[in-house]
């Protein structure tokens, strides 16, 4: 339902939209955000892989997946270049997962990925993106996986 929440927020929210364009570059935007949930899925299966194979292939998948994004990406900062969009605000988050992760065990999903790295680098220093969570989400996260026995949190 991400998607959805998303568009909903957009068209309830003044303007600026974060959904831009015409119609076929909406539909591409959605396109892509419906691919990031995917992505979200693989996400939840590494937070909840409580032995290393299931979790070697979430990571595996999501890094096919993160390689299709870098493929995708434009000259940034953002997804579509300078503007900042509702497939930026969509994929931040999950691409905030990575602070945690990588305390734990470096998953290597961003390896060979600049344009992705940097994307995540400009999303991580948008004010908004920074204000979307408190100080203490990194701690409460690391905390979810260490009570649910993930197996990223016994890497550690």
């Given at each position: 339902e991400s998607v959805a929440i998303c568009e909903y927020i957009d068209e309830s929210w003044p303007a600026p939209k974060l959904l831009f364009g015409d119609p076929l570059q909406r539909a591409q935007q959605?396109?892509?955000?419906?691919?990031?949930?995917?992505?979200?899925?693989?996400?939840?299966g590494i937070?909840?892989?409580?032995?290393?194979?299931?979790?070697?292939?979430?990571?595996?998948?999501?890094?096919?997946?993160?390689?299709?994004?870098?493929?995708?990406?434009?000259?940034?900062?953002?997804?579509f270049g300078a503007t900042f969009s509702m497939l930026d605000a969509f994929f931040a988050p999950a691409l905030r997962y990575f602070d945690t992760f990588d305390r734990l065990a470096n998953s290597r999903v961003f390896e060979g990925k600049p344009k992705l790295r940097a994307?995540?680098?400009?999303?991580?220093?948008?004010?908004?993106?920074?204000?979307?969570?408190?100080?203490?989400?990194?701690?409460?996260?690391l905390r979810f996986l260490r009570e649910h026995k993930a197996h990223i949190a016994a890497a550690a």
């Open positions: 959605r396109s892509w955000m419906e691919f990031g949930s995917s992505v979200l899925a693989d996400i939840w937070e909840t892989a409580t032995d290393a194979a299931p979790h070697r292939r979430h990571v595996d998948a999501l890094a096919a997946k993160l390689q299709r994004v870098e493929q995708a990406l434009q000259q940034g900062p953002y997804f994307w995540r680098e400009a999303l991580a220093q948008r004010p908004s993106v920074i204000a979307a969570v408190d100080g203490g989400y990194g701690d409460r996260l």
